[in-house]
């Protein structure tokens, strides 16, 4: 290949056959061998950027933690007098700890990266002559891009067709307006803002569409060149875990002043300076929640990585958190809540009704009038408009291993199987009427027209739109294969049968002709007028059935449900009717776009909650609907798959984009993208988002309840022991180990608990809501009090302080002991709110494996002789597992007693 930096600097300048001869390419693309060749060549399309953080970089950060540094350095100074046994058990325990703290990070880091891949964006590109959809970052010099309104430029490249085709660059040159593109040479030393021949990496394409050579990628394009002088990047922190870190820094503020004063208190009694050090950093060790902030993360990213299983794929950490407190749900109709399967079941032409057979894309079936099969050749003005509405058109329908599929819009992939049915061919009309110009397919107009020059040299102009908005540019009608003037009563009963058509959930589609003069080069909207109508297609796009028992379930959870479509409003209500999103006696109302535009602000924001079909609106109605919403203070998901619906997605708190038929746009706007366009995978979202919120919940009652029994546990033996060395209840070893077994995998087994079954029974979380929840809070309180009062006893009972048996015996107690409660309040922690028994106590396979492999580790540290010399305990005797059982016992129970009160208290299952 003969391409320079000279060459893509300076294609702008050439006549398009130098610029595809100099990157050694051609107008069909590159054979896929080449574009292989040249991947490995000149590296992936992308823009360098930090790696992600190598495993041993994670696992050493687990020793970053300054309370870990003092400690290990403590430890060091003890393996110096001697102490050689603890401080290498000391060491080891540390260790187990920090592998435990990498196993979860390295967890969510690789379910990011993988979420990363996810979310790659595509394009379409030739290769080896035909059309392919591959990831950006596969794309090389001399690739042929083929771009369409709402797609991002994947590469610098120069253009060698361009129809119609304006781009943003506001990314990189800051001009506010899509600018004008075209393929003409231009002068050597012309600015980069005014290269309209080239497109640049990070633009978009606003109108139009075009075919170009790429001459750039990754960092040698314009682009990259900015990137390299702004590589730094900052991760942004989630609000929870703002709070959480807030809240985690105070707590250990607190634990480290108790513990500095116990280990004063110590030392002021006569313990031995080194011995009580350790202690205490081993106690602060065990007792600062310094890991929450990245306990939260975690969670919230394997919650990602989750979620992105089940096709809904998170953009942004904190829309995770946000799904769960999700109010309202705005959504697209036509793919999202329906199959996004048309299939044309009628056909209006000739004031003749026909039926067409078949389904789904199979070009397939026949054309009927009342129930008798019809011959499609002699039906001129059926013909004429099946020929419309495969020229005005950018689907293509394919056999895909036996299987036909739609390559582009299932609307006008419906048409062309249509047509298929009664023989006629897009490849072969479009080799005899090429197009030459078009105006796309706007929200705005509801209409496209497309432009072609026919075998005889003429000029004819094809439009498809809604049946309204193309009546309206026209002035004739085609009847029995002439044309006369469309009158007043012709133009009302076609609407009259849109209207009947649109009560039988038919999606209606008018189709409109016009010679064009031959000095006519161009074709702008301004020679839109004069058409001649020739008639209609009714399409189904069935409900998917799912979506029915979705909507109920958001019923149930306080969402409300809004359905959006640029559809007629009668087709919008049979639709709505379909799915029980109107239902006898519900305060609903449908309003169309013009109706919306007539309601000022004010009025519109008092009024919405009460509307919960949205019909013939265009993307800026959505902006205002999502506004609305939040104006009442609710928290809105808003879906959209075009250009024009990125603002009203990045406004919303939740924007949905469409992962099969969403633009770049729409895509890069969004905090989430269904992998399925489906609606039901964004309530599995909310209830996931929930799921996640509510596990975080647990795993911060459990862990902070087990520190908060610590320290009082240990400081209210320090001061109340009148004998010195019965004052240190547990050695540093016995502390850092039951910091080990029970807030390691318990904990982080509750972290992927599967929920309260009445997750989506009550009304969204408020945003506001402290994680600390009342819940959360009688955990905190009355489960220390309860543990820490049942542990005195049994440490007491052994009576300490009458010789070193005793308090071997009685330390043993305690360590028996507390990991019992642990890890039997591990199992409770499964609800907050309920039972055990409610919530299906053996449902977290992962936790008991978890409680039953802590358990094992405990037993052989109580009963292998070795590891009781080292850890300094005896094997335990009947009376003290007697005692440890009973306070396990009474602590489940007393837990399980209150939550079922409260249960019965607020009357039902659902109830918070």
Not at 28 to 50: C, D, I, M, P
Not at 105 to 122: H, P
Not at 308 to 331: D, F, P
Request: aromatic content about 6%.
């Amino acid at each position: 290949m003969a391409q320079s930096d000279n060459i893509s600097k300076q294609s702008y300048s050439q006549e398009i056959p130098e610029v595809l001869r100099g990157l050694d390419s051609k107008e069909t693309g590159l054979s896929q061998s080449e574009a292989e060749n040249r991947l490995a060549k000149f590296g992936a399309n992308e823009l360098k950027k930090e790696h992600g953080k190598s495993p041993i970089r994670l696992f050493l950060e687990q020793f970053k933690n300054i309370l870990i540094i003092i400690l290990l350095a403590a430890t060091a100074l003890s393996l110096a007098v001697g102490e050689t046994i603890d401080a290498i058990v000391i060491i080891a325990i540390v260790i187990a700890v920090a592998t435990l703290g990498f196993t979860q990070e390295f967890r969510a880091e690789k379910a990011i990266k993988a979420l990363q891949k996810m979310t790659a964006s595509t394009a379409l590109v030739l290769r080896d002559g035909k059309e392919v959809r591959i990831k950006t970052h596969d794309i090389v010099p001399g690739d042929v891009l083929l771009l369409a309104t709402g797609d991002k430029v994947p590469a610098d490249a120069r253009l060698i067709e361009a129809i119609n085709l304006k781009t943003d660059e506001a990314p990189l040159t800051g001009e506010s307006l899509p600018v004008d593109k075209g393929t003409m040479a231009l002068p050597s030393g012309t600015p980069l803002t005014e290269q309209v021949n080239m497109v640049f990496t990070g633009g978009t394409v606003a109108y139009g569409r075009g075919k170009a050579v790429v001459t750039s990628t990754g960092m040698n394009t314009e682009f990259g060149k900015i990137a390299r002088m702004v590589q730094a990047t900052k991760k942004e922190k989630t609000p929870l875990e703002q709070r959480i870190g807030y809240v985690g820094k105070w707590l250990g503020i607190l634990s480290i002043s108790v513990c500095a004063a116990i280990v004063v208190l110590g030392i002021l009694r006569q313990l031995p300076v080194l011995e009580m050090l350790l202690w205490g950093i081993s106690l602060a060790v065990a007792a600062v929640p310094e890991a929450l902030p990245a306990v939260v993360t975690g969670a919230l990213a394997l919650g990602m990585y989750r979620m992105a299983r089940q096709r809904a794929i998170i953009r942004k950490l904190s829309a995770v958190e946000t799904l769960g407190s999700t109010s309202v749900i705005c959504s697209d109709k036509t793919g999202t809540m329906t199959k996004g399967e048309m299939t044309v079941q009628k056909v209006y032409v000739d004031q003749k009704m026909f039926d067409v057979t078949g389904v789904g894309y199979e070009p397939t079936g026949e054309f009927l009038i009342e129930g008798e099969k019809i011959d499609v050749a002699s039906e001129t003005g059926l013909r004429q408009l099946l020929k419309t509405a495969v020229l005005c058109n950018d689907a293509r329908l394919q056999n895909v291993k036996s299987k036909w599929v739609v390559d582009g819009d299932s609307t006008e992939g419906a048409l062309i199987v249509a047509a298929g049915k009664a023989g006629i061919s897009k490849e072969d009309l479009e080799k005899s009427e090429p197009r030459i110009s078009e105006i796309p397919f706007s929200s705005e107009t509801k209409r496209m027209t497309t432009m072609h020059r026919t075998s005889d040299n003429k000029k004819i102009a094809y439009m498809k739109g809604a049946p309204e908005s193309v009546l309206n540019r026209c002035s004739k009608i085609l009847l029995d294969g002439k044309e006369r003037k469309l009158s007043g009563k012709d133009k009302a009963e076609i609407l009259k049968l849109t209207d009947d058509m649109a009560n039988q959930a038919l999606r209606n589609l008018g189709f409109a002709y016009k010679e064009l003069p031959q000095s006519l080069d161009g074709f702008e909207e301004k020679d839109e007028q004069d058409f001649v109508y020739v008639g209609l297609f009714g399409m189904i796009d069935p409900p998917r059935p799912e979506v029915k028992d979705a909507i109920n379930l958001c019923k149930k959870a306080g969402i409300k449900v809004v359905m959006i479509t640029g559809d007629h409003k009668l087709t919008a209500q049979a639709v709505a009717k379909a799915l029980d999103l109107i239902e006898e006696g519900d305060d609903c109302r449908i309003i169309t776009g013009e109706e919306l535009d007539k309601l000022s602000e004010e009025e519109f924001n008092s009024k919405v909650g009460t509307v919960c079909v949205y019909a013939r609106v265009s993307p800026e109605h959505k902006l205002k609907i999502v506004n609305a919403w939040k104006s009442r203070g609710q928290i809105v998901a808003m879906t959209g798959d075009g250009v024009n619906d990125a603002p009203a997605l990045k406004n919303s708190d939740i924007g949905v984009a469409m992962g099969i038929t969403g633009t770049e746009v729409s895509k890069e706007a969004s905090d989430m993208v269904l992998a399925d366009d489906n609606f039901t995978t964004i309530v599995g979202a909310i209830r996931e988002g929930r799921e996640i919120f509510g596990n975080i919940k647990k795993y911060l009652a459990f862990l902070l309840q087990c520190n908060i029994m610590e320290i009082l546990l240990l400081s209210i033996v320090m001061l109340v022991s009148f004998e010195p060395s019965a004052a240190i209840a547990l050695t540093t070893i016995q502390i850092l180990w039951i910091n080990l077994v029970t807030d390691g995998l318990p904990a982080v087994a509750l972290g992927v608990d599967p929920g309260d079954p009445d997750l989506m029974e009550f009304g969204p979380r408020n945003p506001r809501e402290s994680v600390f929840s009342r819940e959360v809070k009688a955990y905190l309180i009355l489960t220390p009090i309860l543990t820490t009062s049942l542990l005195l006893i049994g440490y007491f009972y052994h009576q300490p302080w009458l010789g070193e048996q005793n308090l071997d015996a009685a330390r043993t107690q305690l360590f028996l002991a507390i990991v019992l409660i642990e890890l039997a309040i591990a199992i409770s922690c499964r609800s907050l709110r309920y039972p055990v028994y409610k919530v299906g106590i053996f449902k977290n396979k992962f936790l008991w494996l978890a409680v039953l492999s802590s358990l094992g580790l405990q037993l052989l540290v109580l009963y292998v002789p070795p590891l009781q010399g080292i850890f300094e305990v005896v094997a335990p005797d009947l009376l003290t597992w007697e005692l440890a059982l009973v306070f396990m016992i009474v602590t489940f129970g007393g837990i399980e007693l209150g939550k079922y009160v409260s249960m019965k208290r607020n009357g039902k299952l659902s109830s918070r």
